[in-house]
């Protein structure tokens, strides 16, 4: 049986890393894009050559790059992960809201949250299509509300990416793809803001969410068993959107 791939972006920690990790262990090859050269101690299989190092804030870099992923694909591609994104902080790490984020940062935030994945699932429909593949594009709790933490050019990216969500759906559904978005909420990882503990206290489930649990999420949305969902947004966040 051909082996199934999966491109992915945002691949070196927290949700990306663990969606590596499940979908290796079901057996897919997974290809990951980059601001970095491939790091040699990075623990999952494929290695350097299912690597591309592109830029996803620079539209240019992210357009040419296109080609050189389709020539690793071969003509098909199974899943489309828009996972990467970005959300800088001020001086002393605080959040940035709609006052004082100055346009480059807003433009740089939006080119890898929202732009970059227009312009990978667009240049790789071909490649979608020939397998009836799957995109989910990881939005964020921070899309539907404010958060303490996360600023406004993030915010408001995340929330262009859930509307772009239904877009596409509507666009590629005829050609037999299925886009679908997962929205986590507080997820344990190595970048946590100091305070989130106070969040995890108001939660239903009182407690954090893990990494494994998102990539479970978006490997269910890129299995066959979500045949017929598209154009939804699973939120992941043990009932913090209630």
């Known amino acids: 049986m051909r082996k199934k791939t999966l491109l992915l972006t945002g691949a070196s920690r927290g949700i990306g890393h ?6 290796n262990a079901e057996g ?9 050269p491939f790091p040699a101690e990075c623990p999952w ?6 690597h591309v190092q592109v830029d996803l804030s620079d539209p240019s870099d992210t357009i040419n790059k296109v080609g050189e992923i389709q020539e690793r694909l071969g003509g098909q591609l199974d899943a489309l992960v828009n996972n990467a994104g970005i959300s800088p902080k001020g001086p002393e790490g605080e959040r940035l809201n709609t006052l004082d984020t100055d346009l480059m940062t807003w433009g740089k935030v939006f080119h890898v949250n929202f732009f ?13 299509a020939a397998t009836k593949g799957s995109v989910v594009n990881v939005t964020s709790i921070a899309g539907s509300r404010v958060h303490p933490f996360a600023g406004a050019a993030y915010a408001t990216s995340k ?7 239904r877009e596409m759906a509507h666009d590629f ?3 037999g793809v299925r886009v679908n978005a997962i929205a986590p909420g507080e997820v344990e990882t190595s970048i946590l803001s100091p305070g989130t503990d106070k969040i995890v ?3 239903p489930l009182q407690r954090l969410g893990q990494p494994e649990e998102v ?18 947004e699973i939120e992941v966040n043990g009932a913090q959107h209630v």
């Open 215 to 232: 990539a479970a999420a978006i490997y269910f949305l890129c299995s066959g068993d979500s045949s017929y969902i598209s154009g939804a």
């Open 18 to 23: 663990a969606t590596v990790r499940r979908f």
């Open 159 to 165: 929330a262009a990416l859930a509307a772009l969500t």
């Open 201 to 203: 206290e108001k939660l």
């Open 116 to 128: 970059a994945s227009v312009v990978l699932a667009r240049g790789l429909r071909d490649e979608l």
């Open 45 to 50: 299989g494929g290695g350097e050559e299912n």
């Open 173 to 175: 559904g005829p050609l």
């Open 28 to 36: 897919w090859r997974v290809i990951t894009c980059s601001r970095q």
